[in-house]
T-cell receptor, first 112, second 112 residues
Framework: GQNIDQPTEMTATEGAIVQINCTYQ??????LFWYQQHAGEAPTFLSY????GLEEKGRFSSFLSRSKGYSYLLLKELQMKDSASYLC?????????????FGTGTQLKVEL | ETGVTQTPRHLVMGMTNKKSLKCEQH?????MYWYKQSAKKPLELMFV???????ENNSVPSRFSPECPNSSHLFLHLHTLQPEDSALYLC???????????FGEGSRLTVL
């Protein structure tokens, strides 16, 4: 089975940096995704890591350590529009193919 | 046109009703998914279709019946639902059933 943990809620200040952590336990690990979901909207893809290290994409970066079962999403220069739920999802290889499992999401609130 | 469109966006039904949710993707993808999103719970995978063939069925009750007539369309037929089935139902597509997911806006279902 799988276990994915991420904080339920976080609050940060506009212009600051925030790090959202995700820990997981799985067999057959085959990649980790981060999605952003604004209230009432569809989740949208942010980043993908399959090898250890940091992937940077503008204000957003994602880090993966496979040996520790750990990832984080780093958001810099926070803006009010970054208030959303951030979903960590782990893909694992099963006998029949790949399967993607989501965490419960971290609700980020950006304040002035 | 947006990539993945779902109709209706909101649906209220009684426990004895029969209704259907529709999803259409305009991205040329060959895999489509139904996910259920309930408050405080992770996204739950319900069904996966790859090349119009069902490849995953996550122990979903038979009152939910999927249909994939072609690679662009996916339906979820609903019959004699329970109040606990009230949730946001998200459709997604991907290039193959291992790739990045593109989500629709969701259909908010309320069962009375």
């Amino acid at each position: 089975g799988q276990n994915i943990d991420q904080p339920t809620e976080m609050t940060a200040t506009e212009g600051a940096i925030v790090q959202i952590n995700c820990t997981y336990q799985t067999s057959g690990f085959n990649g980790l995704f981060w999605y952003q979901q604004h209230a009432g909207e569809a989740p949208t893809f942010l980043s993908y890591n399959v090898l250890d290290g940091l992937e940077e994409k503008g204000r957003f970066s994602s880090f993966l350590s496979r040996s520790k079962g750990y990832s984080y999403l780093l958001l810099k220069e926070l803006q009010m529009k970054d208030s959303a739920s951030y979903l960590c999802a782990v893909r694992r290889f099963t006998g029949g193919g790949n399967k993607l499992t989501f965490g419960t999401g971290t609700q980020l609130k950006v304040e002035l | 046109e947006t990539g993945v469109t779902q109709t209706p966006r909101h649906l209220v039904m009684g426990m004895t009703n029969k209704k259907s949710l529709k999803c259409e993707q305009h991205l040329g993808h060959n895999a489509m998914y139904w996910y259920k999103q309930s408050a405080k719970k992770p996204l739950e995978l319900m069904f996966v279709y790859s090349l119009e063939e069902r490849v995953e069925n996550n122990s979903v009750p038979s009152r939910f019946s999927p249909e994939c007539p072609n690679s662009s369309h996916l339906f979820l037929h609903l019959h004699t639902l329970q109040p606990e089935d009230s949730a946001l139902y998200l459709c997604a597509s991907s290039q193959d059933w291992t790739g990045e997911l593109f989500f629709g806006e969701g259909s908010r279902l309320t069962v009375l």
